[in-house]
């Protein structure tokens, strides 16, 4: 069984910076790709940054330039650097793997990925 371990959410201020972690059972080069997702209130669940098997990687534009996407691979280990946090980045943040084949431009899409950490949550007020 597979397991996705994410940590390092908690509460910042408007401008501030986080970096969260996803730590995986299985090694992080073998996914097609490792996707965040995200959840606020009573919105439908978003992915906003993922990375490919090869190491290229994708953003929603609502992030682009203020979060970052990277692995370890030694410490089979997934990280989203996020930096000038604004109000509407609260939400619950997910990562997601999926180890098989789908079109790239579907990262985005929830129901190519087969495995789910239980998320971390992160607060941004103003």
């Known amino acids: 069984q597979v397991q996705l371990l994410e940590s390092g959410g908690g509460s910042v201020q408007a401008g501030g910076s986080l970096r969260l972690s996803c730590a995986s059972s299985?090694?992080?080069?073998?996914?097609?790709?490792l996707t965040w997702f995200r959840q606020a209130p009573g919105k439908e669940r978003e992915g906003v940054a993922a990375?490919?098997?090869?190491?290229?990687?994708r953003y929603a534009s609502s992030v682009k330039g203020r979060l970052t996407i990277s692995r370890d691979n030694d410490k089979n280990t997934l990280y989203l650097q996020m930096n000038n946090l604004q109000p509407e980045d609260t939400a619950m943040y997910y990562c997601a793997g999926e180890p098989s084949y789908f079109p790239p431009e579907e990262w985005w899409k929830m129901e190519h990925y087969s495995y789910w950490g239980q998320g971390t949550q992160v607060t941004v007020s103003s």
């Open positions: 990375l490919k098997s090869e190491g290229s990687t």
């Open positions: 299985r090694p992080t080069y073998s996914y097609h790709f």
